[in-house]
């Protein structure tokens, strides 16, 4: 492989500069990464045959493109870092902007009303999905009605409806015609935004929940329905908890992509400089709104502020994924592990008891010897049913061995 490296380099390097005059670092690597996948694949066909060649070539292709994928996300999650954590203190999680002015230094103040608001709009985002994902999740996998196929095209449209379409959809039917009215829950407010968000989450977690039932396999529903139980207790009782894993795992994703979510909440939410507990009155502020409104600002403090708040939002986000995946791990492979680790008898060891005596098994009636002449019809010489007729060898006519 190292070989054929620097085959492609010094080729692409000969045709670049000699040949032609090239088109840039950008062409240079590209030619030369193809140029590589080429030679190695030749070298390996010539030594190991085109099979392993094929496997070889598409594992390095692969390989590739984690690589090429992983290091935007690992830039990109380091520059947050080394932003952030400059202004990241202990205040940041227990005081709100309440008196801190937009040139006061950066460790002026906290994010505690953006995350209390996260916290609170998630929370009725998850009491308004979870139940009506779950139900229409069985409602598609589970049932044979004909409104299947409307519900599912529903699903998938609003699979693909932009985060912003839903916040002004609550916007112009919930708060635009009641502006001038004094209603306090029908305002900018955090359940506004929560109901902005469950139009994000709800296909998310649909369709995961959806497709998590598909894995149950149909003889655990056949033997729930066989033993007498309806169709509406063998999912409560049989379906749903073998899927608990999936489904929780599906719930832990949706937040993860709801609590992201910054442009709904700038027409339901509209943020708040300090802390409001009541979701139900008044503006309320997040922590995608605190990053928003504070990385626009003029000020270098109030831009540290706004770094140190996507860390934040950063570190829960890859928190959910990593719990996500937990709960969602292989527990097969580890279980067949433990069961190759458990320790067997040492030698020497007191010999196990013994088994308790089987009982022999019912001797079954031999068959009687019938003499030349005889009536085999009388009751003393009637042979059971299925047995052969064998002769007594101890008898006269009996046979020589």
Same mark, same amino acid.
């Given at each position: 492989m190292l070989g054929c490296a620097l085959s492609a380099l010094a080729l692409t390097w000969l045709v670049f500069t000699r040949l032609t005059e090239g088109s840039g670092w950008f062409g240079f690597m590209v030619v030369a990464y193809f140029s590589f996948l080429l030679l190695y694949g030749l070298v390996t066909a010539d030594r190991l045959g085109t099979l392993v060649a094929a496997d070889r070539v598409v594992t390095v292709a692969v390989t590739t493109g984690a690589v090429v994928l992983l290091t935007p996300l690992v830039w990109l999650v380091g520059y947050v870092v080394v932003k952030g954590v400059a202004a990241l203190r202990p205040g940041f999680f227990l005081e709100d902007q309440g008196g801190v002015q937009a040139t006061a230094a950066a460790t002026e103040g906290g994010g505690l009303h953006a995350i209390v608001g996260s916290l609170e709009q998630v929370a009725l985002t998850l009491i308004m999905t979870v139940p009506l994902a779950v139900a229409t999740a069985v409602f598609l996998n589970e049932t044979r009605s004909w409104f299947r196929r409307p519900v599912r095209i529903f699903v998938d449209a609003m699979s693909g409806l932009p985060s912003i379409v839903a916040g002004l959809f609550i916007y112009a039917v919930f708060i635009l015609p009641y502006a001038q009215q004094d209603i306090g829950i029908l305002d900018f407010n955090g359940f506004m935004a929560a109901l902005a968000l469950t139009m994000i989450m709800l296909p998310t977690v649909t369709r995961t929940v959806e /497709? /998590? *039932?598909?894995?149950? !396999? =149909?003889? *655990? $529903?056949?033997a729930s329905l066989a033993l007498g139980s309806s169709r509406a207790r063998s999912v409560w009782s049989v379906v749903l908890p073998t899927a608990r894993t999936g489904v929780t795992t599906a719930v832990v994703l949706g937040i993860a992509r709801a609590v992201g979510e910054t442009a709904p909440l700038l027409f339901t939410a509209f943020g708040y400089d300090l802390l409001n507990t009541n979701p139900f009155r008044t503006q309320q502020e997040s922590l995608p709104l605190f990053v928003y409104r504070n990385i626009q600002a003029a000020s270098e403090p109030a831009r540290a502020r706004g770094f140190t708040g996507a860390l934040v939002l950063l570190t829960l986000v890859l928190t959910l994924f990593g719990a996500a995946r937990f709960i969602g791990r292989d527990r097969t492979g580890r279980q067949a592990r433990r069961r190759r680790r458990l320790p067997l008898p040492e030698t020497g060891a @007191? !010999?196990? #008891? #013994?088994? !308790? &005596? /089987? @009982?022999p098994p019912p001797r079954l009636p031999? &068959?009687? @010897?019938? $003499? %030349? =002449? &005889? +009536? $085999?019809?009388? @009751? =003393? +010489? $009637?042979? %059971?049913p299925g047995a052969a007729t064998t002769a007594d060898p101890t008898s006269e006519e009996a046979p020589g061995p």
């Open positions: /497709v /998590v *039932l598909r894995l149950v !396999p =149909g003889g *655990l $529903r056949e @007191a !010999p196990s #008891p #013994p088994s !308790p &005596a /089987v @009982a031999t &068959a009687v @010897a019938v $003499r %030349p =002449g &005889a +009536d $085999r019809s009388s @009751a =003393g +010489d $009637r042979e %059971p």
